[in-house]
Nanobody
Framework: QVQLVESGGGLVQAGGSLRLSCAASRLAFSIYAMGWFRQAPEKEREFVAAIGWSGARTYYADSVKGRFTITRDDAKNTVYLQMNSLKPEDTAVYYC???????????????????WGKGTLVTVSS
């Protein structure tokens, strides 16, 4: 019923930029904190960024802070991840997530997530 559909992944050279989008349907979008996670080959899924339901607070993994920006557009039920200065180590499948908890609760060791997207692949070449 609830669907989160990511788009915008692809191949980019190191130092380049990419913008990911996540469109939500059948979801009371404005009351959900939204976030992005990623999973590289042979690694566990890790937190990347989150934004609170109001958009007032954002959270980032240390590895992406200063390079990535998360935003949301409630009118379009869409959350974005602008990725700049990409590095090969950013290569991963990126997953969109929605939570009835807070954005901060998505950034901890046991993230509280109610819905997941299927992911979009980002490949950064050297």
């Amino acid at each position: 019923q609830v669907q989160l559909v990511e788009s915008g992944g692809g191949l980019v050279q190191a130092g380049g930029s990419l913008r990911l989008s996540c469109a939500a349907s059948r979801l009371a979008f404005s009351i959900y904190a939204m976030g992005w996670f990623r999973q590289a080959p042979e690694k566990e899924r890790e937190f990347v960024a989150a934004i609170g339901w109001s958009g007032a607070r954002t959270y980032y993994a240390d590895s992406v802070k200063g390079r990535f920006t998360i935003t949301r557009d409630d009118a379009k039920n869409t959350v974005y991840l602008q990725m700049n200065s990409l590095k090969p180590e950013d290569t991963a499948v990126y997953y969109c997530a929605a939570s009835t908890s807070t954005g901060q609760a998505m950034a901890v060791a046991q993230p509280r997530v109610d819905y997941w997207g299927k992911g979009t692949l980002v490949t950064v070449s050297s």
